[in-house]
């Protein structure tokens, strides 16, 4: 379902993304206009709507540096799941309990907060680390009224969630606008619709997402940033001792 929160970086002042038209070149564009040169801190709201469920809305802070392949998560609402967290550093993942207050070392594949997303949705994209140009070339389409490159890409191994996605770029700046993932058994499980960018200190951030389970059809999730910084976060916010301190 989440597959937006690696991607809410973009930076601002590459060349058009016109003269870009092969996969291995759009898959670098994406590498390049979603990596992040710089921490981040933001505040996350995920709105869930379940046929079954109801509607729940999930809170929480996010703090990510891929110089360190790291990421931190602190839950801040429902009441049920605040205090609880995440903490990534490079291939170590960590779910941390505030009720038994433990560390319990995950794969990067296990649902945070009892979500669709996993560790992969929120660090950064490396499409051409872990993926390969797809069978298909490069086609021009127009996204609602926004020209766009569609592209295939396959799975190197089996790291990673989805062993295939499509995806749809903007022509002019390389921005993403939609990202369909599939199964092993190409059954179409998820779309992403990046709605909109705002610019913080020459970046451009998703700032608002939806993201569509295609599986369990009328189940989505709207995912919502807000309190943007590009500020340095200081070496010891990347600890457990930081994230144990947190859920107090």
Request: no cysteine; charged share 25%; net charge positive.
């Amino acid at each position: 379902m989440i597959k937006a929160i690696g991607m809410i970086t973009v930076i601002l002042g590459f060349a058009s993304a016109a003269m870009a038209q092969t996969t291995t070149e759009l898959m670098k564009r994406i590498d390049t206009v979603t990596a992040l040169n710089r921490d981040i801190s933001a505040r996350i709201e995920l709105t869930q709507q379940r046929v079954t469920q109801g509607t729940r809305v999930l809170n929480m802070v996010y703090r990510r540096r891929d110089k360190d392949e790291a990421f931190l998560i602190t839950m801040t609402g429902p009441e049920v799941e605040k205090g609880n967290g995440y903490l990534k550093l490079g291939d170590n993942f960590w779910m941390y309990r505030k009720n038994t207050r433990t560390f319990q070392h995950i794969n990067r594949d296990e649902s945070i907060a009892g979500t669709d997303a996993s560790a992969e949705d929120f660090e950064s994209v490396r499409l051409v680390e872990r993926y390969k140009p797809g069978p298909e070339p490069v086609t021009k389409e127009t996204l609602g009224k926004i020209p766009a490159f569609k592209f295939e890409v396959r799975a190197k191994s089996n790291t990673v969630k989805y062993p295939r996605k499509v995806y749809w770029v903007r022509q002019d700046n390389g921005l993403p606008l939609k990202e369909e993932s599939y199964s092993l058994s190409n059954t179409l499980m998820s779309t992403n619709y990046y709605l909109s960018y705002a610019m913080v200190d020459a970046q451009f951030i998703v700032n608002r997402a939806l993201f569509v389970d295609e599986f369990e059809k009328g189940n989505k999730t709207i995912m919502s940033l807000s309190e943007v910084s590009l500020l340095p976060i200081p070496n010891a916010v990347f600890t457990k001792a930081n994230l144990e301190n947190l859920s107090k």
